[in-house]
């Protein structure tokens, strides 16, 4: 006869599984602790091929930026050249260098400003599950990192350090579920503790109903977590809602362009000052240009004003243009300054500047001049 | 690949043909699927919500339609998901042994070469996955109490399902011919 196991043997095998790992389960809940070889192995056998990836990944990328992209850099620069724009010229190679800042530099320049030691590590997975906000960094016990480190970059907070292995840590995201830290205004005056939420603002809990908090106030790390420094930036506050209970939302600085690729360890925190200045990694508004119409033409005279140098510009002006040649085209062929050519009026002579005149007249008289001086060779009267 | 077009229940186990995959398959295709879980998210956030890890068990399980074989190999993918999260090791490992377990007896029912009972099959699974997630992280003191998102599970298994029948039809070519 059939034995009842060997008849269910699946379903046998199914209980034992899954009784294994609710064993398994409840040991790790009840203990809080990892069975951290099953991790260790788990970890170490994807992050070598999760590297390579990354490298693969950064490559390809670094060779179409360093030569498909510099190919186009190269034509456009030669279109640039071609308008013979000088302003506009340095006005893109501006752009060019802001764009090319590199991050490393900015996270070099950063980590060397702050007081804290701090590790750079490069994040090259996210965790497992579609609703996990964690990550995994590139360094692990062997550069010193331990759980509940502080992860930043200049923009802002990003974490904490979760889990540590040999190689490589697991760092849960500032806007994780479990994520807490503590928060203080930019004034100092007002605290909280910063909560993720599994969404893309997270909440600031415990903050007095009689402290004044508004949209737009920037948040700093307090300090007080014992995790993080104090003064590090960690965002700024979306919505208040006055209600019972008060409920204050902020976005994440840190996290504002997506996960970021390179970040700080804290290993060793110093707490530091909280700027009275909003941080300096934020966008700086540059005005446009004025435009070049709106600009006054160096050249023109101005009626009734001038020298006799100016009146000799302006016949000569006129001389050349009646002869086809634009005045100061640069074409190699010189007018012919004897044909018979009607010679604009002569300016009445210059009168004294009234007391009550506007400055701006002697200014432009003076900007007239020295047109003038700059079409004749540059030369100064002497 | 031509779906069969006509009954979509088998009257009896000898008439669904087993599928056999390369040993080789059954390591690179799982372990594949949970880079794509860890890696691909990070670049592409969009791309969170695809549960690939589930549908590789699904797969296995549906065409090898060997419970034993597909519990274990759901347990393996499990452990592995869970080691590589930040949850505790054996949350995912429950919920796809019995993911392998499940869809392996389906499968030894249906015809799973057909199309529609792989879309189908494969979102069942997803709801059922989430919905077990669901329940495991309401019986653990996890800290936190996880939201019951039934209109986004929907939506997802809908594009995993989709997903799942476009991933089915590239791992047929890697069964070993009879």
Request: proline share 7%; hydrophobic share 45%.
């Amino acid at each position: 006869m059939e034995s009842p196991l060997n008849r269910y043997r699946s379903f046998t095998v199914l209980v034992l599984v899954i009784f294994a790992q609710l064993i398994l389960l409840a040991v790790q809940v009840k203990n809080d602790q990892n069975v951290s070889v099953i991790r260790s192995w788990t970890v170490t056998a994807v992050s070598p091929v999760a590297r390579i990836l990354e490298w693969g990944r950064h490559s390809s990328v670094g060779f179409i930026r360093n030569y498909v992209l510099l190919r186009d850099a190269n034509e456009e620069n030669r279109r640039l050249q071609s308008e013979v724009d000088r302003l506009k010229v340095e006005n893109v190679l501006l752009k060019n260098a802001l764009n090319v800042a590199d991050r490393a530099k900015a996270l070099g320049t950063f980590a060397a400003r702050v007081p804290s030691r701090t590790l750079a590590a490069t994040v090259f997975a996210s965790a497992a599950g579609s609703d996990s906000n964690a990550v995994l960094v590139d360094r692990g016990s062997v550069s010193g990192v331990e759980r509940g480190m502080g992860v930043v970059t200049p923009d802002g907070i990003v974490g904490k350090v979760l889990r540590v292995y040999a190689m490589s840590s697991m760092v849960g995201l500032i806007n994780d579920q479990d994520f807490a830290a503590g928060v203080v205004t930019q004034n100092g005056q007002v605290r909280g503790v910063l909560k993720g939420q599994g969404k893309p603002l997270c909440k600031v809990d415990y903050v007095p109903f009689e402290d004044k908090i508004a949209v737009g106030d920037l948040l700093f790390t307090s300090g007080d977590d014992h995790m993080f420094p104090r003064g590090f930036p960690v965002g700024v506050v979306k919505s208040v809602t006055n209600g019972q209970p008060r409920e204050i939302l902020a976005e994440p600085s840190g996290l504002r362009r997506g996960v970021p690729q390179d970040v700080l360890i804290i290993l060793s925190g110093v707490h530091q000052e909280i700027p009275e200045a909003p941080p300096s990694s934020q966008a700086v508004y540059i005005n446009p240009s004025p435009p070049a119409a709106a600009q006054p033409e160096a050249n023109a005279l101005p009626a009734g004003v001038g020298t006799e140098a100016d009146r000799v510009r302006a016949q000569a002006k006129a001389l050349s243009e009646s002869q086809g040649h634009p005045f100061g085209s640069g074409d190699g062929k010189i007018p012919d300054f004897n044909a018979n050519h009607p010679l604009p009026p002569a300016p009445p002579p210059a009168q004294p500047p009234a007391a009550d005149a506007p400055p701006a007249a002697s200014s432009s008289t003076r900007r007239a001049n020295q047109a003038a001086g700059a079409s004749s060779g540059g030369k100064q009267d002497r | 690949m031509s779906y069969s077009t006509g009954r979509i229940l088998l009257s009896s186990q000898r008439e669904g043909q087993v599928s056999r995959f390369r040993p080789w398959v059954m390591i690179v295709v799982p372990l594949a699927a949970i880079l794509f879980q860890v890696y691909v998210p990070l670049f592409f956030q969009f791309l969170k919500f695809l549960e690939m890890p589930l549908l590789v068990v699904v797969y296995f399980a549906l065409m090898r339609r060997n419970q034993i074989g597909g519990l274990l190999t759901g347990a393996m993918v499990g452990l592995a998901q869970d080691s590589l999260s930040k949850n505790p090791l054996g949350m995912h490992g429950i919920v796809n042994t019995l993911v392998g377990y499940f869809a392996a007896s389906v499968g030894v029912r249906l015809d799973v070469d057909h199309g529609v009972i792989r879309f189908l099959l494969a979102l069942f699974f997803y709801m059922f996955h989430q919905l077990l997630c669901w329940m495991i992280e309401q019986a653990l003191p996890l800290g936190h109490q996880p939201a019951f998102k039934i209109d986004e599970w929907l939506m997802f298994g809908v594009l995993n399902a989709i997903v799942g029948v476009a991933l089915f039809h590239f791992l047929d070519k890697l069964r070993e011919s009879a």
